[in-house]
Nanobody, 117 residues
Framework: QVQLVESGGGLVQPGESLRLSCAASGSIFSFYVMGWHRQAPGKQRELVARIDTGGTPNYADSVKGRFTISRDNAKNTAYLQMDSLKPEDTAVYYC???????????WGQGTQVTVSS
């Protein structure tokens, strides 16, 4: 069973950047498709970006060109680099790990990102 711990959230002004980290433990990291999701108050949780076991990324249209997902299998960590942040990016960001072989999904506890002037 993989365990996930997110970090890197905070309060920034519009146009600034943040990098989120998701540290995994308890299982073989390279077996997992990693994703970042977010949930704003009163809204459903939505997929922001995901990266498969081969390192191929996919992004929601709302963040294409601004966010970059990556993974470092040697460090058992996934990242979300967020640039040109907008107020509408404000949400709790959750890391997700989906086992490539079993489909079993695990969530982190979430980290708050607030973009405000």
């Amino acid at each position: 069973q993989v365990q996930l711990v997110e970090s890197g959230g905070g309060l920034v002004q519009p146009g600034e950047s943040l990098r989120l980290s998701c540290a995994a433990s308890g299982s073989i990291f390279s077996f997992y498709v990693m994703g970042w999701h977010r949930q704003a108050p009163g809204k459903q949780r939505e997929l922001v970006a995901r990266i498969d076991t081969g390192g191929t990324p996919n992004y929601a249209d709302s963040v294409k060109g601004r966010f970059t997902i990556s993974r470092d299998n040697a460090k058992n960590t996934a990242y979300l680099q967020m640039d040109s942040l907008k107020p509408e990016d404000t949400a709790v960001y959750y890391c997700n790990a989906e086992n490539h072989f079993t489909g079993k999904s695990t969530w982190g506890q979430g980290t708050q990102v607030t973009v405000s002037s």
